[in-house]
């Protein structure tokens, strides 16, 4: 059973930094691919980005360049690091992976993001 477990999230104000964490149960070499996705109150989940086994990344238009998806792949985490945070980006966010073995989905928890003066 592969579990996904976020943290970081919290109450931050425009303008400010979060990193979220995706810590896996197992290797990050068995998934492809792996993201993240956020949920607004009263909004569909949508993609906020994802990057592949070889490092390719797609991220929605309204987080390019301000967030950064990264891997540790010794810790089992991916990251997300989430910079000049704008009111909009509040919202949920989960992180999630597609087994390479079974191409099952997995996703986590969700942890919320805040950002709010």
């Known amino acids: 059973q592969v579990q996904l477990v976020e943290s970081g999230g919290g109450l931050v104000q425009p303008g400010g930094s979060l990193r979220l964490s995706c810590a896996a149960s197992?290797?990050?070499?068995?998934?492809?691919?792996m993201g993240w996705y956020r949920q607004a109150p009263g909004r569909e989940r949508e993609l906020v980005v994802i990057i592949t086994s070889s490092s390719t990344t797609n991220y929605a238009d309204s987080v390019k360049g301000r967030f950064t998806i990264s891997r540790d792949f010794a810790k089992n985490t991916v990251y997300l690091q989430m910079n000049s945070l704008k009111p909009e980006d509040t919202a949920v966010y989960y992180c999630s992976a597609r087994s390479i073995r079974t191409n099952d989905d997995y996703w986590g928890q969700g942890t919320q993001v805040t950002v709010s003066s």
């Open positions: 197992r290797s990050l070499f068995g998934f492809n691919p």
